[in-house]
């Protein structure tokens, strides 16, 4: 039986989060593949925080409300890109056409919360993504602030609120 502790809920911010003993100690390896697996296929949500309209307006060449009214409907406090109807990101096109500025919701996967919480989950999300256990080595300290800056809140999304 693995010893070591599933992932308690990791509040930006919170003192304990790198305390306790995690299965990704060692680090663990990722490195995208550029398969646009996780870009198309099953329907989501795919957040943008307020902070991160800017830039990709500016790398679309359109303004913030041209981007909104275009791609986006309201999310939480923000918005989600919109899909094409067979669960595509509407702006993937033979891959990701602003990769550069994508949202933290992309640039952070898979180091999410909710597949950090447990080998058991981080095994399932690598029978889809290609990319791990491929490529860098990522440690223990850089996964735990992808999971910080991957959770919705204050202290990964300043402009919030
Ligand atoms: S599924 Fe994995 S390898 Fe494929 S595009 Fe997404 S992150 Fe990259």
Same mark, same amino acid.
Request: hydrophobic share 30%; with cysteine.
């Given at each position: 039986?693995?010893?070591?502790?599933?992932?308690?809920f990791?509040?930006?911010?919170?003192?304990?989060l790198?305390?306790?003993? @995690?299965f %990704?100690? &060692?680090?663990?390896?990722?490195?995208?593949?550029?398969? =646009?697996? !996780?870009?198309?296929?099953?329907? #989501?949500?795919?957040?943008?925080?307020r902070?991160?309209?800017?830039?990709?307006?500016?790398?679309?060449?359109?303004?913030?409300?041209?981007?909104?009214?275009?791609?986006? @409907?309201? %999310?939480r &406090?923000?918005?989600s890109?919109?899909?094409?109807?067979? =669960?595509? !990101?509407c702006?993937?096109?033979? #891959?990701?056409?602003?990769?550069?500025?994508?949202?933290?919701?992309?640039?952070?996967?898979?180091?999410?919360f909710?597949?950090?919480?447990?080998?058991?989950?981080?095994?399932?999300?690598a029978?889809?993504?290609?990319?791990?256990?491929?490529?860098?080595?990522?440690?223990?300290?850089?996964?735990?602030?992808?999971?910080?800056?991957?959770?919705?809140?204050?202290?990964?999304?300043?402009?919030?609120?």
């Amino acid at each position: 039986m693995n010893n070591k502790m599933r992932l308690r809920f990791p509040l930006p911010g919170r003192k304990d989060l790198q305390e306790p003993a @995690y299965f %990704f100690d &060692d680090g663990l390896r990722f490195e995208c593949q550029r398969c =646009g697996g !996780c870009c198309t296929g099953e329907a #989501g949500t795919i957040y943008i925080a307020r902070d991160e309209i800017g830039p990709i307006a500016a790398a679309l060449k359109v303004t913030r409300t041209e981007l909104i009214r275009g791609w986006c @409907y309201p %999310f939480r &406090d923000s918005f989600s890109l919109r899909e094409k109807e067979d =669960g595509q !990101c509407c702006l993937y096109d033979h #891959g990701c056409t602003i990769y550069a500025v994508r949202p933290r919701q992309c640039s952070t996967w898979p180091f999410w919360f909710d597949i950090m919480r447990s080998e058991t989950r981080w095994q399932k999300a690598a029978c889809k993504c290609p990319g791990i256990g491929r490529g860098r080595l990522h440690s223990r300290e850089e996964i735990l602030g992808r999971i910080a800056a991957s959770y919705p809140g204050p202290a990964a999304d300043p402009a919030q609120g």
